[in-house]
């Protein structure tokens, strides 16, 4: 008597309940990791505002032209200002002037606390500094969900100290900057100047 070869009903029950526990163990693993990467989403974003705001300033503050003669500027090529009751930071930096020659000119930049957020304003390219600049630029919000910033400046021989005066902003070797976030958090970095 000859027997046909193939699988018995029982042999099929027991694949297909293998099967459709796979495919459940492999949904929720799934649902898990979209759940994480919605949780996620947002402060992928707050960090992504961050390094940029963060990089935006380095860019910045590594422009401050070291011979401040040259474009007749006045002693001290970084400022610390007081703005709607908040510390913001003025950086003259060189940039392209106007008719496209590199590190020709000099913009006048701003760093405030407004509106919940850490902004940048800056002024248009001019061949000379001149202390009234024109039109500001609009203002771009860089940092979301800031309440306020500290600024510390590094002095040889002395260390960190808060600045009280334009006096203690001259010759700069380092700056630090410190975004107080609304949750009370602090964000922190060290750039050095020039």
Do not use: K
């Amino acid at each position: 008597m000859r027997r046909d070869t193939g699988f018995t009903l029982l042999e099929l029950l027991v694949a297909v309940s293998i099967l459709a526990l796979i495919s459940i163990i492999s949904w929720r693993g799934l649902s898990a990791l979209t759940q994480t990467r919605e949780r996620l989403a947002p402060q992928n974003e707050a960090v992504h505002a961050v390094l940029a705001g963060f990089g935006q300033m380095e860019r910045d503050l590594a422009q401050v032209p070291v011979n401040t003669n040259l474009f007749a500027l006045p002693g001290q090529a970084v400022h610390l200002l007081s703005i709607d009751g908040h510390a913001s930071l003025q950086i003259l930096r060189l940039t392209d002037s106007p008719d496209g020659n590199p590190a020709s000119a000099v913009e006048t930049v701003f760093y405030t606390v407004r509106d919940g957020a850490l902004q940048r304003q800056d002024t248009a390219a001019q061949r000379y500094y001149t202390a009234n600049p024109g039109p500001m630029l609009d203002p771009v919000a860089l940092v979301p969900q800031i309440d306020d910033m500290r600024i510390r400046v590094w002095r040889n021989n002395v260390g960190w100290i808060t600045p009280a005066s334009d006096a203690d902003m001259a010759n700069l070797v380092g700056i630090e900057v410190v975004l107080v976030r609304h949750d009370g958090n602090t964000l922190r970095r060290v750039f050095a100047v020039g």
